[in-house]
C-alpha cells in the first residue's frame, strides 16, 4: 500500500530532551516536507526537501532540524524541545511536479 | 497579511444544498491549487488539483480558479452529512513553498 509513515503517533516529552520524529514513503517520491497543525492557525511548513540532502525553511523552521539522508526518509528533529512546540506534526511526500502532497497520518506531540 | 486565506466559518449548509469555499492567494506566481479536506483528528486527503482558469468538475465537486482576481473556490453540490469537515485551500508557489490557508469549517445539517 502506498503510504507515508509517521513514528510515533503520540508522544509526550518533557523540555529540553531532544526528540527525533520519522517519516518514511514507500511511493519513490522526490518531495518531502513537515507541518504543524495549530488550532486557528492551520498547517504551516516547517522545512520542505526536494531530493536527498537538498533541504529548505518553511515559513516556521524556528528549533526544528531535518535531514534527508536517503530518499525515502525524512526525519523531523527537535534538538531542545520548548512547550511552544507542543502541536500536531504532518509529513508529506509528493512526487515531483505541480502535484498535491500525500500526508501521513500525523504525530501529536505534547511538551511539558 | 497571510499568504493563502479562507474564511474559517463554519458554514452551516443544509442536506441537499451546495456548498460554496472561497480562498484567496498572494502570489501571483503561484501555479497550482489545491484543495483537501481534513476530518476531526484525521490527516488531509487531497480532493481536488486545478491548475488553469476556469472551472474544474470531479463528481459533486467543482474547483474554480481565477489567476487574475487570485482566487480559488470549491463548490460542493447536494450536500451530504459525510461532507461535514475542515476543507484547506492549498497552493504550491514552488518546487517546495506548498502552504495552506487556515481552512474552512463545513456543516451539513440534516
Known amino acids: 500500500e502506498a503510504q507515508v509513515t509517521q513514528n510515533p503517533r503520540y508522544l509526550i516529552t518533557v523540555t529540553g530532551k531532544k526528540l527525533t520524529v520519522t517519516c518514511s514513503q514507500n511511493m519513490n517520491h522526490e518531495y518531502m516536507s ?7 492557525l492551520g498547517l504551516r511548513q516547517i522545512y520542505y526537501s526536494m531530493n536527498v540532502e537538498v533541504t529548505d525553511k518553511g515559513d516556521v523552521p524556528e528549533g526544528y532540524k531535518v535531514s534527508r539522508k536517503e530518499k525515502r526518509n525524512f526525519p523531523l528533529i527537535l534538538e ?12 508529506a511526500s509528493s512526487p515531483q511536479g505541480p502535484v498535491g502532497y500525500t500526508f501521513g497520518s500525523g504525530t501529536r506531540l505534547t511538551v511539558v | 497579511q497571510k499568504e493563502v486565506e ?8 443544509p442536506e441537499g444544498a451546495i456548498a460554496s469555499l472561497n480562498c484567496t492567494y498572494s502570489d ?3 501555479q497550482s491549487f489545491f484543495w483537501y479536506r481534513q476530518y476531526s483528528g484525521k490527516s488531509p486527503e487531497l480532493i481536488m488539483s486545478i491548475y488553469s482558469n476556469g472551472d474544474k468538475e470531479d463528481g459533486r465537486f467543482t474547483a474554480q480558479l481565477n489567476k487574475a482576481s487570485q482566487y480559488v473556490s470549491l463548490l460542493i453540490r447536494d450536500s451530504q452529512p459525510s461532507d461535514s469537515a475542515t476543507y484547506l485551500c492549498a497552493v504550491r508557489a514552488s518546487w517546495g513553498k506548498f502552504q495552506f490557508g ?5 456543516v451539513v445539517t440534516p
Not at chain 2, 6 to 13: F, T
Not at chain 2, 102 to 106: D, E, K, P
Open chain 2, 6 to 13: 479562507q474564511n474559517s466559518g463554519p458554514l452551516s449548509v
Open chain 1, 80 to 91: 531542545s524541545p520548548s512547550p511552544n512546540q507542543t502541536s500536531l506534526y504532518f509529513c
Open chain 2, 28 to 30: 501571483r506566481g503561484s
Open chain 2, 102 to 106: 487556515a481552512g474552512t469549517q463545513v
Open chain 1, 34 to 40: 513537515w507541518y504543524r497543525q495549530d488550532p486557528g
